[in-house]
C-alpha cells in the first residue's frame, strides 16, 4: 500500500501506545537490522545456498530453514495481521514489533519499567537466533543487542530519521570479558611503526602456524570468542564441521569479497547450523570492521561452489540492495588489512585486486583477477557485494602508496581534541590531479606522498573547513593532528566566567580526558591537582577547582602536578604548571597501558614538563627568539608613516612542531590549525592570562604577529613554528581571560614596510641599554621611555614590548596605546581586521565617552563605591581595575556589561588611603578612567 513515510511520528506512537519499551531501543534496533530499509527480498535461484531472506526495518525471518525462529510470523501473529501487510506498510512493522517487545517486558518483570540496560533480555526474544543455549548462540545473542546498545550510545542519523547519543552503560548489561570481546574494534594498521593493533592490543603477527600446518584453536564453552590463529587481529568462532571441508585440494591463490545478506551475529549463528551448507573463513562486522574467522584458511569453506578449493572467502555484513548504507570506512580498511594479510603469506599479488566500475549482477572475471566479488565467478548468480561496493577505493587500500613519505592524520575537535569521524578529506597532488578521503572512526588517516607538494583540504559539517600543505621527500614521514575549530563561534566568548568576581584566588581547570590512540572520550578518568579530585563524565569531561594566589608584578607563580589516571592507561603527569587565577580548558590524552607491548605495563607514567615563556625561558632561547634584527635605529621616537596599498593578508592557519628543542625538530609532531586557536590557546603560556584584559590583548597582537610572520617564513617545509621558547610557547591549554582577549582582536596584526611583523617581547626590558626607567637597547631597537618600570629588574634582550610593562600600563591605558608605545618607535604599525592602519595617537583612553563613568561617593570615607557606567554597544565582558598612583593594579574585578546603564557596587575595605584610578576596560579595547581619594 502506498504511504508517506513519518518514522518519526510512527515510533513516537509506539512508545505512547507501549510505554514499558525505553526510548531510542525500537529506532535503533531497526537501525542495526536494516538501517531503516523496508526489506523484501526475493527468493534466490534454485543453485543458490543462501541464509534466510529476512523482511522489513526490523529484518525479521519467515523461513528460518529449520533453525531461525520464525520471529516474522510470532509478531504478525500476535498483532493479528498477515505478513504480507506487514511487509508492506512500515508503520505496521513498528506497531507490531513494539507490541511484541511490550509483551515480553511484561512477562518478564511484570509491573516493573525496565531501564535501556535491563532490556537486554527482552531483545533476545525478537532476535531470529535460536535459544538453544549452546555457548556459540548465547555469544551471538549478545552480539545482537550489542550492536543495538552501540547504536543507540553513538546515534544514527538518515535521511528517514536522525537518533542523537544516548547515555548507556554497557558494563551493566555485559560481563568485563565478554564486553571487551564484544566491543573490540576493527583492525588498525599502522605503516609507520609496522603494528597491527585491535581493542587497543598491540597483536604479535609471528604466532601465526606455518603455511599448511594442521595447528587449531577449538572452541572453547565460554560464551565469547578467542583470538584467531591465522589472524591475530582476528576473533576464532569455527563455523559446524558440517558446513566446510578439512583441508583442501589445490594452493590458495583467490580471496573472494561476499556480502552476508544479513547481520554479524546471524551470519556466525548461521555458520553453525549443521544444515546450513554454506561458510565462510571470516565475517567483518559493518559498524567498526570486527573481524571473527569461522574456518581456518588451510581449510575450504563453502561459499563460492567450484571455486571453494583455491579461494578464501570474506563476508560483510549488510545487505547488496542498500550496501551504501553498510559498507563503512572501518569495514573497508578491516577488510583491506585481512587480504593484504592473506596476499603476504599465500604469496598473492594484491595488484590484481579488481579496480573497475561496480556492477548490479553478475560480472565474470578472468582467474587471474585474484580480488574480486562472489558474482565475478562463473556458475554463479550471486551480485555480491554488488553496486555499491567501491572496487577502486578498496583496492588502494590493499595496496598502499610506495611513496617516500607516509603522512599519518589525526582530525580531532580543537576545543576537546576528540575524534571527528568521517571528515571529507579533499587532496590535491603535485600534478594537480586531487583525490578524496574521509577520515576513520577515530578521525584517523594514512596517506602517501611521493616527492612534491600535496594540499589538503579537511571538513566536516558543522564545523569551519581547514586547509593545509605537506612536502613529500626521502626519509621524511608526517605526523598531524588536524583541530578544526566549531562553526559559528561566537566573535565574543559567551561562556566568559567572572572568576575574579566570585573568588580572585583560585584555578578552575576544565577540559576532556581522552584515549590517546582513538581520540574517543574517556568516562570514569580521575584527574588529581595535589588534594583535588575530579571524574570524567561520559564525555570525558571533568572540572576541578584549585586554590591559586594573584600574582604581583616580578612574582613567579607556584607550580602545581595535574596526574589522570584510569585502569588499563598509562598514567598521565603534567608537570611545573602555574598556578594563576582563571579558567583554563585542558585536553589530556592517555595512552593505553598496551601500546607499547602486547602484555600491560602496570606503574607507567607518562610524564609532560609545562615551559612558561616569561618564566622559564633560558639566555640561549631568548636569543634564539630574538634572533637577528633589521637595520639599527636610531633611539629616537619614530611616528610610523607606513600606509598600506591594500590590506595585507593574514594567515587563517598555522602548522606548528611540538617536541622540539628549540629549532631542532627531528620526526615532529605537528599540530595544524586556525591562527586564531593558535592565538588563543597559546598567549597563556607567554603571558600570565590573570593580567589585565588590555595587556592581554597587546599580547594577542603581538603573538598572532609573530605566528603569522612564521607561517610566511616557516622554519621548515612541513611546519611554520615550533612550540619551543626560543619561537613562540605554545601549548594545547586555553585560559578564559586570553581566549576572550584573543576574540577582541580578531584578525589584527602589527605589519612594517609592507609585510606582516615580526614582533618580538621579553620579560622586562627596563635597563636594557637605554637605562633606568626605558625599555630597548639603544643599539638595534630604540630607546622608549617606561616611566612605570624605574627600578624595576632588567630581564631580557630589550626589543619589542616588555610584557611586564603591558601589565602596568595596561590598568589604565587600552591595547592600542599599548601596542603603539612598544612598536611604532620601531616603525612597526597595528592593522586592524579591516585592513586600517593605526598610529600611536589614533586613539587616547581618556577621551572616549568619559562622561559616561561616574563613581560615588568622591572622597571615599566608607568601604564601598558605586560604579555607573553606560555602555551604548551590546553587552559584553570587562574588568573593572583599581591602580594605584604608581600605576600597579590593586583590585581587579570582571564583569559582564549589558547595554545601558550599568550600576556595580565595588567593596574598597582592603586598599590604604591615597589616590587610585579607577578604570573600566571593555572587550573591544576601549578604557575609561576616573581618580577617586580613598580617606580612611
Not at 581456518?296 to 578464501?312: G, P, Q
Not at 586531487?434 to 583540504?457: E, V
Request: hydrophobic share 35%.
Amino acid at each position: 500500500m502506498a504511504q508517506t513515510d513519518n518514522y518519526k511520528a510512527w515510533f513516537a506512537e509506539a512508545y505512547q501506545q507501549y510505554p514499558n519499551i525505553p526510548q531510542g531501543v525500537l529506532e535503533s534496533t531497526a537501525w542495526s537490522a536494516s538501517r531503516l530499509n523496508n526489506m523484501n527480498p526475493q527468493a534466490p535461484g534454485s543453485n543458490e545456498v543462501t541464509m534466510p531472506l529476512r523482511f522489513g526495518i526490523f529484518g525479521l525471518v519467515e523461513d528460518g530453514k529449520g533453525y531461525f525462529k520464525n520471529n516474522l510470523l510470532t509478531v504478525t501473529a500476535l498483532s493479528g495481521i498477515t505478513t504480507e501487510q506487514f511487509k508492506n506498510d512500515v508503520r505496521l512493522q513498528i506497531m507490531a514489533v513494539a507490541k511484541f517487545l511490550s509483551k515480553e517486558a511484561s512477562q518478564q518483570q511484570p509491573g516493573v519499567r525496565l531501564t535501556a540496560e535491563s532490556f537486554a533480555p527482552v531483545l533476545e526474544k525478537l532476535a531470529e537466533i535460536p535459544d538453544d543455549g549452546t555457548a556459540v548462540n548465547t555469544y551471538a545473542h549478545s552480539l545482537y543487542t550489542y550492536d543495538v546498545y552501540n547504536h543507540l550510545k553513538k546515534g544514527f542519523s538518515s535521511g528517514k530519521l536522525q537518533q542523537l547519543p544516548r547515555s548507556i552503560q554497557l558494563d551493566r548489561i555485559y560481563a568485563p570479558t565478554l564486553l571487551r570481546t564484544l566491543s573490540a574494534p576493527g583492525v588498525s594498521v599502522d605503516y609507520l611503526k609496522g603494528r597491527i593493533k585491535a581493542n587497543g592490543i598491540i597483536l604479535p603477527t609471528v604466532n601465526k602456524p606455518a603455511s599448511g600446518s594442521t595447528a587449531r584453536v577449538e572452541t572453547t564453552n565460554d560464551a565469547a570468542a578467542v583470538q584467531s590463529t591465522d589472524y591475530p587481529p582476528a576473533l576464532w568462532d569455527q563455523a559446524s564441521t558440517s558446513n566446510f571441508t578439512v583441508g583442501r585440494g589445490s594452493a590458495i591463490t583467490n580471496v573472494v569479497i561476499h556480502t552476508c545478506e544479513g547481520s554479524y551475529a546471524g551470519t556466525i549463528s548461521w555458520f553453525n547450523n549443521a544444515s546450513a551448507q554454506v561458510s565462510a573463513h571470516y565475517v567483518i562486522r559493518s559498524s567498526d570492521g570486527q573481524i571473527t574467522q569461522m574456518v581456518l584458511e588451510k581449510d575450504r569453506a563453502w561459499h563460492v561452489l567450484s571455486a571453494n578449493d583455491y579461494t578464501i572467502g570474506i563476508e560483510h555484513e549488510g545487505y547488496v540492495a542498500s550496501g551504501n548504507t553498510w559498507y563503512t570506512n572501518a569495514m573497508y580498511t578491516s577488510s583491506a588489512a585481512l587480504v593484504r594479510d592473506i596476499c603476504a603469506d599465500r604469496n598473492i599479488d594484491g595488484t590484481t585486486c579488481f579496480r573497475g566500475p561496480a556492477t548490479s549482477g553478475t560480472n565474470f572475471l578472468p582467474v587471474t583477477v585474484r580480488i574480486k566479488g562472489h558474482q565475478h565467478y562463473s556458475g554463479n548468480t550471486h551480485t555480491d557485494p554488488g553496486i555499491y561496493w567501491n572496487w577502486s577505493k578498496y583496492a588502494d587500500l590493499i595496496n598502499p602508496p610506495t611513496a617516500v613519505t607516509v603522512a599519518s592524520f589525526a582530525v580531532k575537535d580543537q576545543s576537546t581534541g576528540l575524534a571527528i569521524a568521517s571528515a571529507a578529506v579533499i587532496i590535491t597532488k603535485p600534478d594537480g590531479t586531487t583525490a578524496s578521503a574521509t577520515t576513520n572512526a577515530s578521525g584517523q588517516l594514512i596517506y602517501g606522498l611521493d616527492s612534491g607538494k600535496y594540499t589538503f583540504a579537511f571538513s566536516k559539517s558543522g564545523y569551519k573547513n581547514i586547509s593545509t600543505f605537506f612536502y613529500g621527500g626521502p626519509n621524511d614521514s608526517v605526523y598531524a593532528d588536524i583541530n578544526l575549530d566549531v562553526a559559528g563561534t561566537a566573535r565574543i566568548a559567551t561562556n566568559t566566567t567572572p572568576l575574579l568576581t566570585a573568588n580572585p584566588n583560585q584555578m578552575v581547570l576544565t577540559g576532556y580526558v581522552r584515549d590517546g590512540e582513538q581520540n574517543s572520550a574517556l568516562s570514569g578518568a580521575i584527574v588529581r591537582a595535589g588534594n583535588h579530585t575530579a571524574t570524567t563524565d561520559g564525555r570525558g569531561f571533568f572540572t576541578l577547582t584549585v586554590p591559586s594566589n594573584a600574582i604581583t608584578p616580578g612574582q613567579t607563580p607556584a607550580t602545581i602536578s595535574i596526574q589522570s589516571n584510569k585502569a588499563g592507561y598509562i598514567t598521565h603527569s603534567i608537570q611545573h604548571f602555574y598556578a594563576i587565577p582563571d579558567t583554563y580548558e585542558m585536553q589530556i590524552a592517555l595512552t593505553p597501558t598496551t601500546s607499547f607491548t602486547s602484555t600491560p605495563l602496570p606503574g607507567l607514567e607518562e610524564l609532560v614538563v609545562r615551559h612558561h615563556g616569561l618564566f622559564d625561558k633560558t639566555l640561549a632561547e631568548q636569543i634564539a627568539f630574538t634572533g637577528s634584527h633589521a637595520q639599527p635605529i636610531a633611539g629616537a621616537r619614530q611616528e610610523s608613516t607606513v600606509v598600506a596599498a591594500a590590506a595585507l593578508a593574514v594567515p587563517a592557519v598555522i602548522r606548528v612542531a611540538t617536541s622540539c628543542a628549540c629549532t631542532a625538530c627531528t620526526n615532529p609532531h605537528v599540530q595544524v590549525m586556525s591562527l586564531e586557536s593558535y592565538v588563543q590557546t597559546g598567549v597563556d603560556d607567554e603571558w600570565v592570562s590573570s593580567w589585565n584584559a588590555a595587556s592581554l590583548q597587546a599580547g594577542t597582537v603581538a603573538y598572532r604577529s609573530r605566528g603569522a610572520w612564521f607561517v610566511q617564513n616557516p622554519i621548515a617545509n612541513n611546519y611554520d613554528i615550533s612550540a619551543a621558547a626560543c619561537h613562540q610557547t605554545w601549548q594545547t591549554d586555553r585560559a578564559t581571560s586570553v581566549k576572550n582577549a584573543a576574540i577582541a582582536t580578531a584578525g589584527i596584526v602589527l605589519v612594517k614596510n609592507g609585510a606582516i611583523y615580526k614582533a618580538e617581547y621579553c620579560a622586562e626590558s627596563n635597563n636594557a641599554g637605554c637605562g633606568d626607567g626605558f625599555s630597548g637597547t639603544g643599539t638595534d631597537y630604540p630607546c622608549i621611555s617606561d616611566a612605570r618600570c624605574v627600578g624595576r629588574t632588567k630581564s631580557g634582550a630589550g626589543r619589542g614590548m616588555c610584557q611586564w610593562g603591558s601589565s602596568f600600563w595596561g590598568t589604565d591605558q587600552n591595547y592600542t596605546w599599548i601596542l603603539n608605545h612598544y612598536y611604532n618607535p620601531d616603525s612597526a604599525a597595528i592593522q586592524t581586521a579591516a585592513g586600517t592602519l593605526v598610529s600611536s595617537n589614533t586613539t587616547d583612553s581618556k577621551t572616549t565617552d568619559d562622561h559616561t563613568l561616574t563613581i560615588a561617593p568622591n572622597p571615599v570615607t566608607g568601604g564601598t563605591i558605586t560604579v555607573e557606567y553606560t555602555l551604548a554597544d551590546v553587552s559584553q565582558p570587562a574588568s573593572i581595575v583599581l591602580s594605584d598612583n604608581f600605576g600597579q593594579s590593586a583590585q581587579q574585578r570582571n564583569v559582564v556589561l549589558q547595554q545601558g546603564i550599568n550600576r556595580i557596587s565595588v567593596n574598597t575595605n582592603r586598599l590604604k588611603a591615597g589616590i587610585y584610578n579607577v578604570s573600566i576596560r571593555l572587550v573591544n579595547g576601549k578604557t575609561i578612567s576616573k581618580k577617586i581619594l580613598i580617606v580612611k
